[in-house]
């Protein structure tokens, strides 16, 4: 028998597959202050999928964490591989370093018995195609220019976009024009939207002038052309896609942002509910299983800002599919964030794991008593108090053993380019 952690699988999976497919996410954290030590291995279920909410202040070990649990799947025997990738949402551009080894973490590697490696095949990188050529120059690798073409979106979609309530008369005169270009073409630009607009005589002058300014300036984000994501031809099993948004200069970088979330999250939803299908169907010998869209984790950094509590973004909706509708289809949703509080209460209550750094805010702390009612708060509490101050310690909730751990997330393969800024040289 061995003395491994394992969270997050089902008791009838642990007696049949062991540890088999699981993330060495760390070790426990035995005793305290002074006299805290690491002891067994923590593992994660990767057989099914998981939502898993990572919390904690700046610097704790966050974004670290995530990129933890992307090498892991990563690096899975092919067996298992080959079922899955990971799509990690890059808002502060850290995660192409990826394709780099650890090289300046090796002692403490060589502490843990692990060896630097760098993901150079595994990792692509995908940003916005007008930057691909800063990025270059900026000797960043890109792997994939992305776009997000005005279609995709409804109406609706289009007015959350811009921030319009819905009975805002620009909103009515957008949503009116979306609506048109949708039932007479396939496909339309933000050109399109602009000609029809000038051409429609029962806009009002005002409205008019206020829409032609508003997508010009949405065209000028530089996000917005005909190619889209080809999802199914870049996102292979086994992959790291990388989406960095980091770099978006307009002071509407949230939303650029948040639409191409929008796009990504539904685009999986929508590839992965068809997989199923052709799964189920192979299952009952009607058809044989060719290579498929395969099952997803989604690792979104600074996660409030997508899926908000308070107030509708356009990736809110497609994200609380996945919150809601995601395990069926086998999708796998790590939200992180530094203010769980901040985050829309439904990815709260859903989670099935809580990886919680240091938080010291009280309403944060709430929040995440919303998640894990089993717990009691002054449970919690004093596991995240007795937190020795490594970063990288956490607790970890698991809502299946309902146990609490307290854990070293082990050092990275890779290289984390999120170190904090130091004033001297390099
Ligand atoms: N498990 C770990 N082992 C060793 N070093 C770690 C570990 N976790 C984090 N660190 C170090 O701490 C630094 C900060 O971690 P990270 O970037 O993950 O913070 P964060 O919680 O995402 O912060 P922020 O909220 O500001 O984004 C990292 O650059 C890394 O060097
Ligand atoms: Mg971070």
Partial sequence: MSNEIVVGRLKEDLEKFGTEATAYLGKHIIGQGEEAHLANKILMDLLRPHLILICGKRGTGKSYFGGVIAEEIALLPEKHRKNLTTVLI??????????????????????????????????????????????????????????????????????????LPQTN???????????????????????????????????????KSSLESMLTVADSWGVFGEEGVKTEEVMKP?????????????????????????????????????????EELARVGEIKLKE???????????????VPSGFDTVSTAPLLTIVKQGREPGISLVPMTQMPNKIHPEVVSQADMVISHRLTAKSDLDALHATMQTYLMEDVWR?????????????????????????????RLTWHAGESAIAVNP
């Avoid at 020795?388 to 082990?410: A, C, H, V």
């Fill in 238 to 278: 086994g992959m790291i896609n990388v989406f960095d948004v980091s770099r978006l200069r307009s002071s509407e970088a949230w939303s650029v942002r948040n639409l191409l979330v929008a796009l990504i999250a539904k685009d999986i939803y929508y590839k992965r509910v068809l997989a199923r299908k052709q």
């Fill in 169 to 207: 008369p620009l909103s009515i005169g957008l949503q009116k024009t979306v609506n048109y270009l949708k039932k007479r073409d396939e496909k339309f630009s933000i050109d399109d939207l602009i000609s029809t607009i000038k051409d429609d005589t029962s806009l009002d002058t005002h409205v």
């Fill in 292 to 306: 498929r869209f395969p099952m997803v984790w989604l690792i979104i950094d600074e996660a409030h800002n997508f």
């Fill in 383 to 411: 596991y995240i108090q007795s937190l020795p101050k490594w970063r990288g310690s956490s607790i970890i909730l698991d809502d299946n053993s309902e146990r609490i751990f307290q854990m070293q997330t082990r050092p």
């Fill in 90 to 163: 890059d808002t502060m551009g850290i995660y192409w370093s990826m394709k780099l080894p650890n090289e300046e973490q090796v002692v403490l590697l060589d502490e843990w018995g692990l060896k630097p490696i760098g993901l150079k095949d595994k990792v692509k990188v995908y940003v916005p195609f007008q930057q691909k050529k800063d990025y270059e120059a900026a000797g960043i690798p890109v792997d994939f220019g992305i776009s997000v073409p005005p279609y995709a979106f409804s109406a609706e979609e289009w007015s959350i976009a811009f921030n």
